[in-house]
């Protein structure tokens, strides 16, 4: 079962595909995550990144598909996978079909979480980042146990660098100029997006999205 997690910067797509992930033993594939990561250790990958993102820019398409073509390889043919904001634009969704068709595999399932902007750069605005184990929590909503502190592995949390509000703005517009059309594409394309609504509290969009899951064929189940 491949799934992809759709929607706008800071609608919970990460939050909630941790948790599915977590709770079902799914593999969780975030291009972000991966991102941040290359970044961190200074990969060429990171160093060819770090200015689009810092920008609230996407990434070129061709090193994201470079990306996931290693993650899909490493994961194997029986994995259950969850890709968290990826694809972000036509190019990937066409390059992504080509990859999971080489391995005999297609997108089974897509999810577009939905929240209004105003509760988004609520959101992102209260986002605090562990930027050793990349767990995420919200100064508003879900803080950490010490003010500060990850609860997970005891470093400081830290405020993403493209969380700055000049920076959230670009990033929404960039939402609307090239992923969005992905909703179309997949009406069209297949398979027709579930609509979640993420403006409720995240332990109601999980037991929504759990439900929506698990009523898809090819199942939610573990
Ligand atoms: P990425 O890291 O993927 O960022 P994003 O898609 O903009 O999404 P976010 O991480 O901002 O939000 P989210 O929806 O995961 O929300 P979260 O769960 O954290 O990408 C960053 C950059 O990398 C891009 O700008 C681009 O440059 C590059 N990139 C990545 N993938 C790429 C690709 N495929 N192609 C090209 N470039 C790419 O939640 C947000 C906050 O809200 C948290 O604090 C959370 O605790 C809180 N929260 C979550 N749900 C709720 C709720 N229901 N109620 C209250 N609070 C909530």
Redesign the pocket.
């Known amino acids: 079962m491949v799934t992809i997690f759709l929607?706008?910067?800071?609608?919970?797509?990460?939050?909630?595909?941790?948790r599915f992930a977590d709770d079902r033993g799914w593999a969780h594939v975030?291009?972000?995550?991966l991102?941040?990561q290359a970044r961190r250790e200074g990969t060429p990958l990171g160093r060819q990144?770090q200015a689009?993102?810092d920008?609230?820019?996407?990434?070129?398409?061709e090193l994201?598909l470079g990306l996931v073509r290693e993650h899909l390889d490493a994961l194997g043919s029986a994995a259950r996978v969850i890709f968290?904001?990826?694809?972000?634009?036509v190019p990937?969704a066409e390059g992504l079909n080509d990859l999971l068709a080489g391995l005999s595999r297609q997108v089974d399932a897509v999810v577009l979480?939905e929240?209004d902007d105003e509760t988004l750069i609520k959101?992102?605005a209260?986002?605090?980042?562990c930027p050793h184990c990349d767990r995420?929590?919200?100064v508003?909503?879900?803080p950490p146990a010490r003010e500060g502190v990850c609860d997970a592995c005891g470093h400081a949390l830290t405020h993403?660098a493209?969380?700055q509000a000049d920076t959230v703005r670009r990033?929404l517009e960039?939402?609307r100029e090239l992923t969005e059309p992905l909703i179309g594409y997949y009406e069209m394309e297949g398979p027709r997006p579930v609509r979640i609504d993420?403006?409720?509290?995240?332990a109601?969009?999980q037991a929504a999205l759990g439900r929506a899951l698990d009523a898809h064929p090819g199942g939610g189940g573990s």
Request: proline share 8%; hydrophobic share 30%; net charge positive.
């Open positions: 929607g706008p910067p800071g609608v919970g797509k990460g939050t909630q595909a941790k975030s291009t972000g995550d991102l941040r990144a689009f993102m920008a609230g820019e996407l990434v070129p398409d994201i968290d904001g990826f694809p972000r634009t990937q979480f929240a959101r992102i209260g986002r605090r980042s995420v929590y919200n508003h909503f879900t993403r493209d969380d990033r960039v939402y993420a403006e409720r509290p995240v109601d969009v």
